[in-house]
């Protein structure tokens, strides 16, 4: 077995259960692609059993603090037995869920999700990599699904040195899914979609704005960003009068105009506008549209802290332009899914947002990501996706 010997001072993170060690802290050591090493601080002592990523900043994952741990087989099937339990007692209001989220369920690097009697996977790091066809065997024995479609092909992968993989792993079938979520359908495919097939993080706020639509009684909704219109149809699931939805991909708003027509939805309540989002908000400040309620929910800006600073700018710009659009009583749901903003400064971009475009917020609620993608107390990079539910004052 490999040891990686820490630098002196270096050994509190993992001694606080958080699995990452980056290159930085390391005195000496190393492992190939995967392999499992051990982590000692610099007086020697054992932290962890980890997987090496010789390729990556951050050089281990770890699997286990536990020095009596082996890290086999029966090893990932009693992760993912864990994993899977958790989603079992939670009772989720949908077919396709995720079942496993890489670090908070002690698998660094691996995603899996379920979508009927299909799993999806991605494996990100050297470490789940190097473990696949022992995972994919217990995913299957383990949910009974006969078939599981690798979609490794998030970019976090070359941060890794690890090639695109995309295809069957294990069983064949369709690639196109109805999910149903809170009695709506909502047509995907696992091979073209976005992550996995689908944003599943997103499915309590997609049930908060029908909510709040039903409330509020929405005449008209803006969903900035709306991929295929899960926000779209939520909202006048519950009631909203009027829809525009605005992404800047084509295919993504033809499966929109499809969801609604799904939901049985009344496509003269709906606009779809195939353009850019920041040219489109400032187009209707000029012309002086409103709208009672707005989503936000932009792409990743920031995927670590490095690109915070730009990214907290672009936050801000949408932020304020969307404020500008809202009448007295009209309610911004805004959201950031970057890792690299925390919450309390995603809470202060909106905050000076809402002051540049002179308005007064009351903060009606703050959402996050679905429970099957859990945060953890030893891993606040989990909390990737924070939202914001904000009326301007009456
Ligand atoms: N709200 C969606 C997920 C949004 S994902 C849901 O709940 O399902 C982000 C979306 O933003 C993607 O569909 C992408 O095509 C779109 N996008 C990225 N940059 C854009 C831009 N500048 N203008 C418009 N759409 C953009």
């Given at each position: 077995m490999k040891t990686i010997r820490l630098k002196p001072g270096k050994e509190r993170s993992l001694q606080r259960r958080h699995p990452w060690v980056f290159d930085g802290a390391i005195a000496k050591g190393g492992g190939d692609p995967g392999e499992t090493v051990r982590v000692d601080s610099a007086e020697g002592e054992f932290l962890a059993w980890g997987a090496c990523?010789?390729?990556?900043?951050?050089r281990v994952r770890a699997w286990s603090f536990d020095q009596g741990q082996r890290i086999d087989a029966a090893f990932f099937r009693d992760a993912l037995r864990r994993a899977i339990a958790l989603r079992e007692r939670m009772?989720?209001?949908?077919?396709?869920?995720?079942?496993v989220h890489g670090e908070s369920d002690g698998l660094p690097g691996l995603v899996v999700d379920r979508y009927g009697d299909t799993l999806v996977a991605q494996f990100g790091a050297a470490g789940v990599e190097r473990w696949k066809d022992v995972i994919a065997d217990a995913l299957l024995e383990l949910t009974g699904c006969p078939r599981l479609y690798e979609r490794s092909d998030a970019s976090a992968r070359g941060l890794e040195g690890l090639p695109e993989v995309t295809g069957w792993l294990r069983g064949d079938g369709p690639t196109a899914f109805e999910l149903e979520e809170h009695g709506w359908r909502l047509g995907l495919d696992i091979a073209q979609g976005h992550k996995t097939g689908y944003y599943l993080d997103q499915r309590d706020s997609r049930l908060a704005l029908h909510d709040y639509a039903k409330r509020l009684k929405f005449a008209q909704v803006l969903n900035c960003f709306s991929y295929t219109g899960g926000f779209s149809v939520a909202a006048l699931a519950g009631g909203a009068g009027h829809v525009t939805s605005i992404d800047s991909s084509g295919p993504a708003l033809e499966q929109a105009r499809e969801n609604l027509k799904l939901n049985g939805l009344?496509?003269?309540?709906a606009a779809f506008l195939d353009a850019d989002v920041n040219a489109s908000l400032r187009q209707f400040v000029a012309e002086g549209r409103q709208f009672d309620a707005i989503v936000l929910d932009p792409p990743?800006?920031?995927?670590t802290a490095a690109h915070a600073e730009r990214a907290a700018r672009a936050y801000k710009d949408i932020n304020r332009l969307a404020f500008k659009l809202l009448p007295p009583g009209g309610v911004l749901f805004t959201f950031s899914c970057s890792g690299g903003i925390g919450v309390e400064l995603f809470h202060k971009i909106v905050a000076s947002a809402a002051s540049d475009a002179d308005v007064d917020g009351a903060i009606l609620q703050r959402l996050g990501g679905a429970c099957d993608h859990p945060m953890t107390t030893a891993f606040p990079e989990g909390e990737y996706l924070k939202g914001l539910v904000v009326m301007k004052k009456l």
């Open positions: 990523s010789p390729n990556s900043k951050i009772g989720i209001a949908s077919n396709g869920l995720r079942l009344d496509l003269s309540r990743k800006l920031a995927p």
